[in-house]
């Protein structure tokens, strides 16, 4: 398999799911003192992020949780936002430039932060009042603040046992997915490349709903147009029958990411419509894979992060097969703007 | 000027002010009785309108307003959603699938509904606790509602000098911006048909930030989508940032909202990057638009309208260059999916 190291993987989120000490620390701790408000900063990549674990809070805990952009929190701002609020974020750098004004903007009301840096050796570090060093799995830490947020809540009976289980079987389960979704991969961004050659001008539609919306949004800006320079659209399921939906045609490329949350049955019905007026689209449903031993009720917790291992694979290969190594930049950080 | 009746638009505005009254009486009941949170639901346009006036308020109030997607909240829900919740919503026909059922699913809990709603006679009005009936001006309703709301919660000490001066002279402002745009959309929409019948695959890039944004996007998708079957993707200023920028080469068409609030400078941003990679970019900026009487304080509260009075006179031409009439669907409505 190319570009996959097993052992890794599994380590990588048997580590990140290790880290739960930390986070229980630090949400206990925020919980005592109390809040009136939880905003999950972020921007790029790291505001999808957020946008995922706002949407699976939203559903299942009374807690005042809500996201943020952080250049709309350093130019519009918000009002409700105290000495009394709690600013969770995510950052692989430390260093992006309107993620330091955020949290230092945060810093300035008193609010208290919680951040997680992936180099521990940061400016923005040193602005926290936690902060949790581990790399990658920003969508899995998120989450476990979520679940540990429901917990002292009394919104997640089942805590301990969810944990014991994706302990024990999700690494594995993440990797088998990867394994299964391979060979797959490999003929559809082959597939992609064909079009391409013939449509370079072409846009490629991703449409996705409830935890997988962050998943698509970023999926489709920062990995196809970031670091493949690849026409995107991005749209929710829902939003996709109240305009997009007219400029789908018999060829038109698509692909839905149909994931296990509530919002499930927005994304069937846009994986019901397409075939009557296109033939040029792809499903990933996330139901398709088996994730052993994780049980039915919890598997929608987890589906981005079986989209997000599908797509790991769907990466190696478009890397390849459009010969564009996912790390040059046209602009980005190229220059001064 | 094309499809352009002056009187009648300033009618519609003028009368749309007029409905004052109502809306403050509405506003005042549902402050007097007091909320845990207010919500503007909507899906497509009206989900963009509610985001433009749910962004207006969290910079200036420390009031409780979110804004929900209806089909969101009728799948994933709001946990924070009680029976002393309210919910404002606008509505052309009264007959969205999505939104009779959000509305439903919000009287089942107990909230209170406020509907603007264009026809008086539909099954939605009859759920509405109080339902105000005017044509058109959406955007201006909701923000009507929000002025009054920070009113009552003493976050608009010059409310009333600012209700005389917007009836005084918005009307026509906005009708003298539709006057001042028609060359240049004329010749704008011109060139969108050249460029299209080289390029029919090339999406069309809006960009915009604040206010702007539900513009921006619903602009985008429902009138060039879904009116126009034109490709377009749109972006907020600051997310262009952070990976789309990547995908902008020296004819790919780009145009950008710019308009007077507090997200200003991300949008400034992007028009000084755009002419270093791109020659084919438009810049609507309010600012080059006089606005008679209104001071300029209080223009970046008005700059969405201004922005679609520039963007009816680019309908009206776009319509015309393409020959494409704007009421047809392909699928809309046009089959049961």
Redesign the interface.
């Known amino acids: 398999m190319l570009k996959f190291n097993e052992q890794q993987q599994i380590d990588s989120v048997k580590g990140a799911l290790m880290i739960r000490p930390q986070i229980e620390k630090a949400v206990d701790e925020i919980q005592k003192e109390g809040f009136d408000g939880l905003y999950f900063i972020g ?3 790291t ?1 999808a992020s957020g946008m995922q674990v706002e ?1 699976y809070l ?5 807690l ?1 949780v809500y996201v943020e ?4 929190f350093i ?6 936002f105290t000495n009394k609020s709690v600013v969770i974020f995510s950052s692989v750098t430390g260093s992006t430039t ?1 993620m330091v004004d955020a949290i230092k903007k945060a810093k300035e009301v008193g609010a208290r932060v919680l951040g997680f840096i992936d180099v521990e050796d940061t400016p923005l570090a040193k602005l926290c009042d936690t902060c949790i060093s581990y790399p990658m799995n920003e969508q899995l830490k998120f989450y476990m603040v979520a679940n540990r947020l429901m917990y002292n809540n009394g919104e997640f009976p089942d805590y301990d046992i969810y944990n014991q289980e994706m302990e024990k079987y999700l690494p594995m389960a993440l990797v088998e997915v990867e394994k299964k979704a391979d060979e797959w991969a490999a003929v559809y961004a082959k597939e992609k490349y064909q079009y391409y050659k013939e ?1 370079p ?3 490629h539609y991703f449409i996705g ?2 935890n997988q919306w962050g998943a698509t949004y ?1 999926y489709a ?2 990995y196809w ?3 493949l ?5 991005s ?5 996709f ?8 045609e018999a060829e038109t490329p698509v692909t839905v990411f149909i994931g296990e ?3 499930r ?2 994304s069937e ?1 846009v994986a ?2 397409l075939p ?2 296109c033939k040029n689209y792809t499903v990933i449903d996330t139901k398709d894979y088996e994730l052993k031993g994780i049980r039915s009720e919890y598997r929608g917790s987890v589906s981005h992060l079986v989209m997000h291992a599908v797509n790991n694979r769907v990466d190696a290969y478009m890397e390849k097969e459009f010969r564009h190594p996912m790390v040059i ?4 950080r190229q ?1 001064n ?1």
């Open positions: 921007i790029g990549g505001w949407v939203r559903g299942r805990s009374s005042p952009n952080a250049a709309e130019t519009t701002g918000n009002k409700r309107e449509h001008d072409m846009p709903a409830g970023s800006m920062c147009e970031e670091q320079w690849i026409r995107t659209k749209i929710t399921s829902a939003e029958f109240h305009g997009m939906l007219e400029i789908i949350d509530e919002q049955p927005l019905r019901a419509f009557k007026v930049r046209r602009y980005y220059f703007y």
